[in-house]
């Protein structure tokens, strides 16, 4: 139960400080400097390191947090945070772990899902249809400096993940040793 709770709350206060740090960066650096997509960055690599399930539920609460603090309407960010996080889970099966590329071409491709999905529902429906510029300007260079960021910090995810999610399997029978 400890280990559980522990797990549940190294999980929040990670979520809490990318969404912190990712609305500071966005804040103070405007909109002339692109900024990476920390909550993305988590919800992938969770998804990819624990599964589906994991990368949905992670999904699902950081993409709730930018709704309620920053979205026009509640449920949009959290339901395409929960895709990002499902089919980050799905690739866990066909790609490797210890290859820091995997994750970082992984993220890169999340991040242009998220925002074309983003583009689609935000400017699109409105005919706003543009869509050269937005990439040009906005989603290229986001995905540029969060696949950076996911080659970053991979190996520190992963060994967060080594130490607590995974549990060593001892034998039943002890003789002493």
């Known amino acids: 139960m400890k280990k559980k709770l522990l797990k549940v709350f190294v999980t929040a206060v990670i979520i809490l400080v990318a969404f912190v ?4 960066l966005s804040l103070h650096l405007g909109s002339n400097v692109p900024t990476p997509n920390l909550l993305l960055l988590v919800t992938c690599l969770f998804g990819f390191m624990r599964g589906e399930n994991f990368g949905s539920v992670t999904g699902l609460f950081c993409g709730l947090l930018i709704d ?17 996080g499902f089919l980050s889970g799905l690739s866990r099966n066909l790609l490797h772990e210890d290859h820091i590329y995997v994750p970082m071409f992984l993220v890169f491709g999340n991040d242009l899902l998220f925002n074309a999905a983003l583009y689609v529902f935000r400017f699109l429906l409105r005919n706003k249809l543009d869509f050269s510029f937005y990439f040009e300007k906005i989603i290229f260079p986001e995905m ?32 002493g040793k």
């Open 144 to 175: 540029v400096v969060t696949a950076f960021i996911a080659l970053l910090v991979y190996k520190l995810f992963y060994k967060l993940n080594d130490k607590l999610y995974t549990e060593k399997q001892e034998s039943e029978l002890n003789f």
């Open 21 to 24: 740090l990712q609305s500071t």
């Open 68 to 84: 309620i603090m920053f979205g026009e309407v509640i449920g949009l960010y959290a339901l395409i945070y929960t895709y990002i």
